[in-house]
């Protein structure tokens, strides 16, 4: 099984080819935004965003920001700073030059103020993006797909029938799966290593993604997956498939979503931003089988550059 990817020169693969706006601290943001609303393609990734997982794992909040931005689906980054200390704008650019991929850093004050800084990140910007907009996608190996596929909807047991035939259908990969215990664990038929199912404490788990460099199919079951989605970025995921029955889930700034929904009174509602309704699995219009296959081509076309109904929108959780 194949899809269309950028390889980078790691070797890893991008779904996207983002070119990276990294505010290494707070005063950094509102150059990143007024930027990024500028160039083309240009992707915000604010300091704010890992602000609040201050203290909670196990990595510190440059080592996060700087996962996040050597994410596969970033082809550059320009990383923007306020602070005197340099160490963490110097810190995130080495992580993500050491991918092989355009890194530089712009200090707000040796530019001479915000207005200079923001012209000096928008040409550099013009020029990154100009380079990076000559790669292309080649043919891959599926098993290069390092995914997350999130159970958010109420009824989930019927729902997880169709994402875990998905996941079974990708059998040249091993699958781990991270749950919430108060979420079911379906079963996963899969070659190689059985999954990780162990009772452990879930924010364990969550630390144990944050640190983990190894790519594989993950199924992790929450009710909200806001903050293991940051964490599961930071260890290289491309793509997320989302089950919803309710509310909105923008896309991540660098990874897009796939939102399926069972419930065909929210999918009237929200066809705008849900890319699939599965139909009534209970009432039996639609076996697993077939929705897990409409799954698995809606994600492999999402992977070879079909875009998600929010990235049509620009809609991102800034």
Request: charged content about 25%; some cysteine; aromatic content about 4%.
């Amino acid at each position: 099984m194949e899809l269309f990817g950028f390889v980078r020169p790691d070797g890893s693969l991008g779904i996207r080819n983002h070119l990276c706006l990294v505010s290494a601290d707070a005063g950094s943001d509102a150059v990143c935004l007024r930027v990024a609303g500028t160039v083309r393609g240009a992707v915000p990734l604010l300091y704010r965003r890992f602000s609040r997982f201050a203290g909670v794992t196990d990595i510190n909040i440059s080592e996060l920001i700087g996962k996040t931005a050597s994410n596969p689906n970033v082809g550059a980054i320009i990383v923007v700073e306020s602070s005197s200390d340099n160490s963490q704008a110097d810190y995130i650019v080495e992580q993500v030059a050491k991918t092989g991929r355009l890194a530089e850093k712009i200090h707000i004050g040796n530019c001479g103020g915000i207005v200079k800084a923001s012209a000096a990140v928008l040409s550099t910007a013009i020029t990154m993006t100009r380079d990076i907009s000559t790669y292309r996608r080649e043919l891959v190996r599926v098993d290069q797909l390092n995914a997350a596929m999130w159970f958010t909807e109420k009824d989930s047991t019927n729902m997880s029938l169709a994402i875990t035939n998905c996941i079974n259908r990708l059998v040249e990969k091993d699958c781990e799966i991270i749950r919430n215990e108060v979420m079911p664990e379906p079963e996963i038929h899969q070659q190689g290593t059985p999954p990780n199912s162990e009772n452990r404490d879930f924010i364990n788990q969550v630390k144990d993604l944050a640190l983990s460099t190894e790519p594989k199919l993950r199924l992790i079951s929450s009710k909200s997956h806001e903050y293991f989605e940051e964490l599961a970025v930071a260890q290289g995921i491309q793509v997320q498939v989302v089950t919803i029955g309710s509310g909105n889930v923008p896309d991540h700034p660098l990874v897009p979503t796939v939102r399926v929904t069972s419930n065909r009174d929210y999918f009237e509602l929200m066809h705008d931003t849900v890319e699939l309704r599965l139909g009534d699995l209970k009432g039996g219009d639609m076996n697993p089988e077939d929705a897990g296959l409409l799954v698995l081509n809606e994600l492999l076309a999402t992977c070879s550059g079909r875009l998600s109904k929010c990235e049509i929108a620009n809609e991102i959780s800034l």
